[in-house]
C-alpha cells in the first residue's frame, strides 16, 4: 500500500506542476486514484495550492479573470475545479496538456469557468 501511495505522489506532483512528461495511461490511472480516494484528492488540491500555483505568478490576474473569482480566490478554485473535474474525467489528458501549454481548450475553459 505505502508504494502505491508513493507512485500516486508522483503522479499527482506532475499532473499538478504542469509536467506534460506524464503519459496518457498515467494520466488514466491518476484519474482513477483520485476519483476513488476523497483523501487523495484532498492531498492533490494542497499539493496543487503549494506547488503548482507559486508557479504561476504573473498569469494569477487573467486565471482569476477567467474563473469569475476574486484574485484572492483564484488560487483555492483553480486547484479545487481541476482536481474535480480530473477525478470525474470531465478534463481529458489533452485538455490538461493544453492547460500547461498555455492553450487550453473549450472544455478546459468551460472546467476552469465551472460551468
Not at 502505491?4 to 509536467?19: F, K, N, Q, Y
Not at 474525467?89 to 485538455?95: E, I
Amino acid at each position: 500500500m505505502r508504494s502505491r501511495h508513493l507512485v500516486v505522489t508522483a503522479l499527482l506532483g506532475l499532473i499538478l506542476t504542469g509536467c506534460t512528461a506524464m503519459t496518457e495511461p498515467q494520466y488514466e490511472a491518476f484519474q482513477t486514484a483520485l476519483e476513488g480516494s476523497p483523501g487523495l484528492r484532498r492531498e492533490a488540491v494542497r499539493q496543487c495550492m503549494t506547488e503548482n500555483w507559486s508557479t504561476w505568478p504573473k498569469n494569477r490576474p487573467m486565471m482569476a479573470k477567467l474563473m469569475n473569482v476574486s484574485p484572492e480566490r483564484a488560487r483555492n478554485t483553480f486547484c479545487q475545479r481541476m482536481t474535480g473535474a480530473i477525478a470525474s474525467k470531465r478534463l481529458t489528458y489533452g485538455d490538461v496538456v493544453r492547460i500547461w501549454r498555455g492553450s487550453p481548450t473549450p472544455n478546459a475553459i468551460r472546467v476552469l469557468q465551472g460551468r
